[in-house]
């Protein structure tokens, strides 16, 4: 079981704080919208993690716990 | 050309899905569960997979809706793909054999809704539901029949707009999976009308018998549109396997020579006509030329046309269908289609449109929630590879193909509804 940071692409505004508070982890298009990582997060960022999801303006960050494999994740 | 002449028809295959003799024996009794059960092992067995694009194993969605509470069946007939018509054929021809499919997955997953969505342009199809739910009406015991005629929008047909939209919002997808939180909130297995169909062939006639047909990884027969430099477009019943050879010999074999085939839709891929002409029809063997069945749609790209100008248009498209809700597909998919117009169109600048198109494919694949934006990245990437030489001409300034009719077909621009 390994953590990941998930961004409801429908919610996000595109400000970009989440990119300010998690450089690791998150950067941003040239748009401005979050392009998150898909590798785990470390627990050495755990806490930036937290923070910048606590701080989303608009609730599209979420912390989700990924088993090996997603068993009905990707439909076309 | 030897290597692109056509043999004779070899499709001489006894339609399954087309065929109305199909459907004349009795559907198997489901009240028990050892009968459910049983189904469900020769669903299975008969590794039937998903027909709408995706692919997936029938079965294992069956399990999953099967565990939730109430849940609720949806037919997706909506086929948005502008130039593919299987579904709508197959509606057409044989609405009770899709319908008995719906009903029997209902019965698997103890369902007692079901919903028959087509689009809303496809008239003869919504009809061809109406009256034949009208005619069932006393024989499906405990489960109530809808139709519905969904807006004809490209994303409309994704399961989770659909969903969205049988909610009472617009067809935009959500990021709900319809087998957690789906319609009225309820576990909702959405399945496409092919997929159905062979699942009520499958109740009836057995595993063994589905498997007749096909490869033993891919098995049974498949409806595909095919369409462009061939004699005689249109939807035919195929042995899944057979070569793109005889596939196009079944539908008249071809009227020019082909450059490259669009395969799988509009978010599909390009594969040059030599590597693919004799290749079977299956995922498996596409696979190495990173294409797929997709959405079963198979365009004969004729070769006087260009085809960075005919992807240009349905990349166009494409940008116009985003559901506007996540940036990187409402800003990307139009600058996509902006640099690839640049590309094809042969001017000076296209050396730097295609330095953009590098930039622009990396932060556009993937994102979104659902997989428009994936699907025009990978169309845009597989042109790019197939039509390499021509890239280079564009580069130089020249266009091969100036001015000839459009091979793929795009609707104009149009403001049909969301809602
Ligand atoms: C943009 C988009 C459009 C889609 N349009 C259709 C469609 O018109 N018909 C369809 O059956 N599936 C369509 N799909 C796939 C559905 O989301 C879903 O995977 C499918 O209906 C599931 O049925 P199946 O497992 O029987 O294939 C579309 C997917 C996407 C991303
Ligand atoms: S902070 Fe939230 S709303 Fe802002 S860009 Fe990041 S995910 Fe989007
Ligand atoms: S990716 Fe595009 S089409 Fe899909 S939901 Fe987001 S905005 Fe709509």
Not at chain 2, 26 to 38: I, T, V
Not at chain 2, 58 to 63: F, G, I, N, Q, S
Not at chain 2, 198 to 216: K, M, Q, S, V, Y
Not at chain 2, 337 to 354: I, R, V
Request: charged share 20%; net charge neutral.
């Amino acid at each position: 079981m390994s953590r990941h940071i998930r961004v409801n692409p429908i919610l996000c505004d595109g400000f970009g704080q989440c990119a300010e508070l998690l450089p690791e982890l998150i950067e941003l298009d040239e748009w401005g919208y979050p392009i998150v990582s898909e590798a785990p997060v470390p627990a050495s960022l755990e806490a930036e993690a937290r923070q910048a999801i606590a701080l989303c303006p608009r609730l599209a960050l979420t912390l989700e716990r990924r088993r090996a494999a997603q068993p009905l994740g990707a439909a076309r | 050309m030897s290597a692109l002449t056509v043999r004779e028809p070899q499709l001489a295959l006894e339609p399954r899905l087309l065929s109305r003799t199909s459907c004349a024996a009795p559907l198997p009794a489901l009240s028990r569960a050892r009968e459910r059960e049983h189904l469900l092992a020769e669903i299975e067995a008969s590794g039937l997979t998903g027909r709408g694009g995706g692919g997936f194993p029938t079965a294992t969605k069956l399990r999953a809706v099967a565990l939730g509470r109430s849940p609720i069946v949806v037919a997706n007939g909506t086929e948005g793909e502008p130039a593919s018509s299987k579904d709508k054929v197959l509606i057409a021809a044989n609405p009770h054999l899709v319908i008995d499919g719906a009903v029997t997955a209902a019965r698997l997953v103890g369902a007692t809704d079901v919903v028959i969505a087509a689009g809303r342009a496809d008239g003869r199809g919504i009809a061809a539901l109406e009256h034949a739910v009208a005619e069932r009406r006393g024989f499906d015991q405990g489960i109530a029949l809808g139709v519905v005629a969904a807006p004809d929008r490209f994303v409309a047909g994704e399961e989770k707009a659909l969903v969205n939209w049988l909610n009472g919002g617009q067809a935009k997808p959500t990021v709900d999976r319809p087998f957690e939180r789906g319609v009225r909130g309820r576990p909702t297995l959405v399945q496409n009308v092919e997929t159905l169909a062979n699942l009520a062939l499958i109740a009836r006639h057995g595993a063994d018998w589905f498997r007749e047909l096909g490869t033993p990884q891919e098995p049974g027969s498949a409806l595909v549109t095919v369409r462009g430099a061939v004699r005689a477009p249109g939807v035919a019943e195929i042995e899944l396997g057979t070569t793109l050879r005889d596939v196009l010999a079944g539908f008249g074999g071809l009227t020019a020579i082909p450059q490259a085939f669009l395969l799988g839709g509009y978010f599909g891929t390009w594969v040059s006509a030599r590597d693919a002409l004799d290749l079977p029809f299956t995922n498996e063997s596409l696979r190495p030329l990173g294409a797929s069945l997709g959405a079963r749609l198979v365009i004969a790209l004729p070769q006087d046309a260009c085809g960075l100008a005919e992807t240009a248009r349905v990349v166009r498209y494409l940008g116009r269908e985003s559901a506007g809700q996540c940036g990187s597909c409402y800003f990307g998919l139009p600058a996509i289609a902006t640099a690839f117009e640049m590309l094809a169109g042969g001017t000076a600048d296209a050396p730097q449109a295609l330095e953009r198109l590098s930039r622009l494919v990396p932060q556009v694949e993937g994102r979104g929630a659902c997989s428009l934006p994936t699907g025009a990245t990978r169309l845009v990437t597989s042109a790019l590879r197939v039509f390499a030489h021509e890239v280079d001409g564009h580069r130089a300034g020249r266009c091969c193909a100036p001015r000839r009719p459009a091979v793929l077909p795009v609707p104009d621009l149009h403001e049909h509804e969301w809602s």
